[in-house]
């Protein structure tokens, strides 16, 4: 028995269990997650860790108000025979679960703060910086920076190739549009988040994809995505089979249901009538 003993550790097999993998189990170099779907904690109970599981993983906490909630996967690890992901949601990282506690949803809600440009700070253009905020919020960026701050450090010039025309905070003359589009935008936002990108001209199942991953999406539509409107900047935040739910900074107080949900087939031709413009915050 000594002797089979010595040759399965030789082998590097283990044969004391520890937290249902081997003592001996080898674990892989983590891989960046980024690509993969956004998953939901499926109950209060499972163990988070420090590293992927080894002999030496320290328990920092347990799933616990995590329940049920969408949450981002930024590495993998395998671990013997299990997979382990590093989970974060709004950009707080909570250390590394069992792939097995989570499950993929069928809906995809991402966890957004909504901001307005009518109130409390009244800019009826400046969409852009709202739209931005509130895709910012998503990844936990710029929480404290407010939106008059945000507007101020946006790049101004005289044609939108280039920054932002016109005065954010008055409103638009009859067939006037002020706005700025993505290569500026897109240069910008990257000033909060190195790894936003200019997605412009991205497919349904592009944008879905940037969901599915928990990328907010700042894109170019219509109030309310009705597509007689005029332009305007929109903030794409969640996913489910045949619809997007949009979040729409032009909304009073009083107004209901500022954040809604859209046909796809409705979503996609007000998106690609304003050019398909797009960027991901990620």
């Known amino acids: 028995m000594k002797k089979i003993i010595t040759l399965l550790a030789s082998l590097g097999i283990g044969l004391g269990l520890v937290g249902g993998l081997t003592a001996q189990a080898k ?3 983590p891989k960046s997650g980024r690509s993969r779907v ?3 904690v499926r109950s209060a109970g499972w163990r988070l860790w ?3 599981y080894t002999k030496s993983a320290k328990a920092v906490r347990k799933t616990g108000k995590l329940k049920g909630k969408l949450v981002q996967i930024d590495q993998v690890a395998r671990a013997g025979q299990a997979t382990y992901v590093q989970i974060s949601r709004r950009g707080h990282v909570y250390g590394w679960l069992n792939q097995k506690g989570l499950r993929t ?3 995809f809600v991402l966890p957004y703060t909504y901001t307005s440009q009518l109130y409390p700070l009244y ?7 709202a739209s931005l905020k509130m895709a910012l919020s998503v990844k936990g960026i710029a929480r404290k920076t407010s939106l008059k701050t945000i507007i101020t450090k946006m790049p101004k010039a005289k044609t939108p190739s280039r920054g932002f025309v016109g005065n954010p905070y008055t409103e638009s003359r009859p067939g006037e549009t002020r706005t700025i589009y993505p290569k500026p935008l897109t240069a910008y936002t990257k000033t909060y988040d190195a790894r936003a990108a200019n997605i412009s001209g991205a497919t349904k199942n592009q944008l879905i994809k940037e969901i599915k991953r928990g990328n907010a999406v700042i ?8 597509g007689a409107r005029p332009y305007h900047v ?4 969640g996913y489910r089979r045949g619809q997007f739910l949009v979040a729409d900074p032009y909304m009073k107080k009083s107004w ?8 796809t087939r409705n979503f996609m031709k007000v998106y690609q009538s304003r050019h398909s413009r797009a960027i991901a915050v990620r």
């Open 50 to 52: 420090n590293q992927p």
């Open 105 to 107: 949803p069928k809906q």
């Open 256 to 263: 209901p249901n500022k954040v809604y949900w859209t046909g």
């Open 219 to 226: 894109f170019a539509g219509a109030w309310r995505m009705q």
């Open 123 to 129: 800019a009826p253009n400046a969409c852009e910086a």
């Open 27 to 29: 674990t892989t170099a």
């Open 38 to 40: 956004s998953q939901v």
């Open 234 to 237: 929109l903030t794409l935040v």
